[in-house]
């Protein structure tokens, strides 16, 4: 009753923990792509001379498609269209699950699509780009910090629930005996999930070598023994 007591909540705790982890990575990865993409629009404008039309065509994206078509289909000005569309993308669009304050700093993107002057754009684009790095900084930051505490959170709830003895009824049991099976297959999944694809190809040779040593060599000399 204990291990299926524990088991659950190892699963349970796990699962919230990397689906906390994964909003987090979630809109730091997203406040990084709108950096990359307003340093892209900002050195447009001070750079090109492309119509914004042509600009939010060469970034793509959805919420850039989006203030395009507010541009094309709605009587507001260039500010208000883009404040509409950022509201839009965040309601469970390509904006969603930034917060409050990434979105408020986001829309000040609108003053420079307002102004006149492309000086003016590109000053104001800037500004808007430093809001939007401080931003991702603390993103960057919050998942570093809270992200190693989640994923310790199913394993010390699990130690705990093991030591809990309390009566479970019979069906409640059966069930929690059910789900310790699914224990494996889950972490095997949090490892996957968890799988940096760079640091492995950074390691690729070291990788390699070992599992040359391990399956060719190993098996060559003591086989024969």
Known sequence: MRTGLAAAALIICISMGYMACSRMRDRADKLNALCAEIRTLGDSMELSQYRLSEMLDRLGGELWREYAAALTGEQLGAGEAWA??????????????????????????????????????????RLTLRQMEARAADAEK??????????????????????????VPTVLDRTLENLAGLTTPLALVAIGVTFDFKAALGTSRLALIASAVKLVVLPAVFLPL
């Open 84 to 125: 509409a569309t950022v509201q839009k993308e965040a309601d469970g669009g390509s904006l969603s699950g930034l917060d409050k304050q990434d979105i408020a700093a986001l829309i000040t993107l609108g003053e420079a699509f307002s102004s006149i002057s492309r000086a003016a754009q590109a000053d104001h684009a």
């Open 142 to 167: 919050a998942l570093m910090g809270k992200g190693k505490l989640y994923s310790t959170l199913g394993v010390l709830a699990g130690f705990a629930a093991a030591l809990i003895r309390l009566p």
